[in-house]
């Protein structure tokens, strides 16, 4: 597998790199590659975005730099920035093997599961537990049972937060679109939207949980 880190691209250089890649992959030209990258800042509407969940107007978009681009990718609307790591897989689901080795054609929910175990092994790796939520796709922060302070009073348990998200397009077996973690990037930029179309779950990042766990630590 070819893995290519092009550091901050912008959207539509990526977009028209990963049709090109798609068309190789198709002809058998290249590898499974997976592109890791980093994007200016950018809203994305899936192919089920409503046009409600998108918050801010044309006006405030363009002040504070941000485009915003249709794709073939499933799900909704999403964000990008920098800070942000995102992945695009370029892999034939017709090349995986079993656990005999034996070639096998994966299908598109378990490419996704997989694409899920590996976005909670990151985060393990670095000390967050993450999950998996019944009926939404992505990795998400497990919500604490409820914590006592000195003074014995109890505090809500913190609220699950999507930490990474997910969104694929398919054609000939052939992947394309991916993941986008969120590691250091400013979060600010989801409330210009409904992130994912999920209004009751807040989005975190892996430098916001980090922060927040050393200052549960020190009281």
């Known amino acids: 597998m070819n893995v290519l880190q092009l550091g901050l691209v912008d959207y539509e250089t990526a977009l028209k790199l990963q049709q090109s890649l798609v068309e190789?992959?198709?002809?058998?030209?290249?590898?499974?590659?997976?592109?890791?990258?980093?994007h200016p800042p950018v809203i994305t509407l899936g192919r089920n975005a409503r046009a409600a969940n998108l918050r801010a107007s044309a006006e405030e978009l363009a002040a504070r730099g941000v485009q915003i681009f249709e794709c073939n990718r499933g799900g909704d609307i999403t964000f990008h920035g920098p800070g942000q790591l995102v992945g695009y897989p370029i892999f034939d689901l017709r090349a995986f093997t079993d656990e005999h080795g034996r070639r096998k054609t994966l299908g598109a929910v378990d490419y996704v599961r997989r694409m899920e175990?590996?976005?909670?092994?990151?985060?393990?790796?670095?000390?967050?537990?993450t999950e998996r939520v019944k009926g939404l796709t992505g990795v998400w922060?497990?919500?604490?049972?409820?914590?006592?302070?000195?003074?014995?009073?109890?505090?809500?348990?913190?609220?699950?937060?999507?930490?990474?998200?997910?969104g694929v397009h398919i054609s000939r077996a052939v992947t394309s679109h991916g993941f986008a973690l969120n590691v250091s990037n400013d979060l600010d930029y989801f409330n210009l939207i409904v992130p994912c179309g999920i209004p009751d779950k807040p989005v975190t990042s892996i430098e916001k949980v980090i922060r927040e766990g050393r200052a549960l630590r020190e009281e």
């Open 24 to 38: 190789l992959r198709k002809q058998d030209r290249i590898a499974d590659t997976l592109l890791l990258l980093e």
């Open 117 to 129: 175990e590996a976005l909670i092994r990151t985060c393990g790796d670095l000390g967050i537990p």
């Open 141 to 166: 922060t497990v919500g604490d049972s409820p914590r006592r302070h000195r003074d014995t009073e109890k505090t809500p348990a913190p609220q699950q937060a999507k930490i990474a998200a997910i």
